[in-house]
């Protein structure tokens, strides 16, 4: 190497950036932009739930009430009338004490990666789990364990058989218990059950990731896993799916032996979430405007995947093409017949002006090349229609081939 | 431990958070919160200072006239015309693709550190240093090297000898030249050229952390590290104490072989910042409103400053006091006669209803029992005049126990 060389690049990564690479989704997003394309690969909340003229007072009112407390620092908690609002909603007794407003629900799958995890520390996914949260978890260095999954969730067997002892004891069980992404799917009650029990006698953490657990359809989903064992679980919470992303703002309740600690990550890590926008929030969720504004969202949300449910049955008959019923959320779950491969299929779909997920991205380790992961609440009920449609030719024209 | 213990706390603790512990800042400016206390201690803006009426046509203007964007998901890179907005505003020429946009630069310091520190790394930082910069790299686990430094800067000699070779090779070096937090000391001319020069010779990368250089008194400082050498410098500035610090909302400028691994680390730890706030910002930045606004900051600061200096004149004469004059930015660096201490003197000084820093915060190692760090930003040209009074007293009586 040339001494000009050197000069010119010297910079040395750490061991985990070698590792980092660009997120499958985001490339595959990048894939999708071209005009027209009917898209259902983002994870994008439709843009018509948000409450603008809701924010639009709100942001008024606190900007002419208390605008000088609302643009300076703040305390790393979080806004003091905002946890109280987190915790009061939560179905189970939260003392505001144990809420943190984090940067997104993002931003708390960091912070417990931070506290809890050392570079090759075992944790436990569901199989398949939430992308971001390998993202979030990744620089820490964890070893991440998939545990067997079905369609009501975790298999509790194999958390048990994957907890590991003394040095390799899992720090925690990462689960996404309401309409999962990237499945759509439930844990149901009896698992949730077995799962808290088990966990609670093998003194296994679980970290609970809710953002969509608000967004049922018919009924509301099962009691949370944290409410049934409050210390030892770590619930991260969402304001993303409803209210709005924009603003990045989710939060965190710990159990007491934990808070301390991420406290001091967050603090580390952005000094507080933004006070403006904090109280922007708990302005609009006074008077229970959350009550009126959420149901609005599930009404929607339902006629969308009822939509896509229907054009997947016209459209996909006779093709061996399998697929879920979310009983809430934003995905569906969909799996291509024996032989075929989503990556592969996703450029011929995309010449068809169409677009998902393959669900391949979505698994820690033996990824199901069949699997794909289908939004219905980006496009509306017409381009779900014509998508479907799209998406069913090319799988035709793929099986041909 | 019995069982029941087990299941109370399941929680093992990350090597790195057990070094954690709260900031002391934290806890003096707990200590400061009782009624009427005159607090030099805290970091805050001037609230005064803070365009509310701006924000306000600004958040009506975003709101009514793209709120669904500004409220939906966005690049993890930051809202396009605020990354302009930043590179056209740097006094080098700036490609908008290599500035990131952060959750305030605290952020900043804490992907830095993702991206390039390994648990052991060296890294090395001044003496003292920002303590917030110190606690956003502890988690990474670095090796942290204090570097001799004088009232220009570090010494570059001491850069040189400290920097290593192999695998002890420093990672970086943390420097905040202009106005630096905690001792208001800016880096001078000749010490920029000599550093930049000596830094590029030793491959040692140098992260610029710039949030108080628009805050100049008389004139402004020297030209910026990184517009000397911008592939060997990573450049971190903020809106905080040029808008408002509750908006969270900083920037990186990276050179190429670092941005796409800083930019993996921020889609992981927050996905993006707030798009609505980055509109915000980018909607006030318009029509050069900060060339307007921006004078009137350093206006109020230097008189601010101007009081303080001619208090501290008045009030310590005699007792062996001694005080830097900084050139801008919001703090001035002072320390007390041989055989005194800063921390003992603090309950001291709350007892008389004034409060600051001790200095010994500062320091990664060996700290200086006799300095103290005193903002002239947050309080008021009387309560200066008062709380000097105050402190001077308390000096005076803990010299003669």
Request: aromatic letters at 6%.
């Amino acid at each position: 190497m040339k001494l000009n060389d050197l000069n010119t690049n010297p910079w040395t990564l750490a061991r985990r950036a070698e590792k980092m690479n660009p997120s499958v989704i985001r490339e595959i997003l990048k894939v999708t932009e071209k005009p027209g394309i009917i898209s259902f690969a983002g994870g994008l909340p439709s843009p018509r739930t948000f409450p603008v003229s809701a924010f639009s007072e709100a942001c008024a009112k606190v900007l002419r009430e208390d605008g000088q407390a609302a643009l300076q620092y703040a305390a790393s908690e979080g806004y003091g009338p905002l946890r109280e609002a987190v915790a009061s909603q939560l179905p189970w007794l939260v003392d505001p004490a144990q809420v943190l407003i984090t940067t997104g629900s993002q931003q708390g799958l960091d912070l417990v990666a931070k506290v809890l995890v050392d570079a090759g520390s075992r944790i436990l996914v569901e199989t398949p789990t939430y992308l971001g949260a390998l993202q979030a978890f990744s620089p820490m260095e964890p070893e991440v364990v998939s545990v067997d999954s079905d369609a009501e969730g975790v298999d509790v067997d194999d958390v048990a058989a994957k907890a590991g002892t003394g040095a390799s004891r899992a720090r925690f069980l990462y689960v996404l218990p309401n309409f999962q992404n990237p499945t759509g799917r439930t844990m149901s009650e009896a698992r949730r059950a077995a799962l808290s029990a088990r966990a609670a006698q093998l003194g296994l953490p679980l970290i609970e990731d809710n953002p969509y657990g608000d967004l049922w359809f018919d009924a509301p989903p099962p009691l949370p896993l944290t409410a049934r064992n409050p210390e030892g679980c770590i619930y991260l919470g969402s304001f993303s799916k409803v209210l709005a992303p924009g603003l990045r703002l989710g939060f965190v309740v710990a159990p007491r032996h934990v808070m301390p600690k991420l406290l001091q990550a967050k603090q580390a890590a952005d000094l507080h979430s933004p006070s403006f926008n904090q109280r922007m929030v708990a302005e609009v969720m006074k008077h229970g405007f959350l009550d009126r504004h959420v149901p609005t969202i599930r009404a929607l949300y339902k006629s969308q995947r009822d939509a896509m449910l229907a054009a997947l049955s016209k459209e996909m008959a006779g093709l061996g093409v399998q697929w879920n019923t979310p009983d809430g959320g934003m995905f569906l779950w969909a799996r291509l017949p024996q032989g075929m491969d989503a990556v592969a299929l996703l450029p011929k779909a995309v010449a068809k002006n169409v677009a998902f997920v393959p669900g391949a991205a979505f698994y820690a380790d033996n990824p199901d090349p069949r699997a794909l992961r289908l939004s219905f609440v980006t496009a509306s009920v017409d381009q779900i229609n014509t998508g479907i449609a799209a998406l069913a030719e090319a799988i035709r024209e793929a099986r041909g081939a």
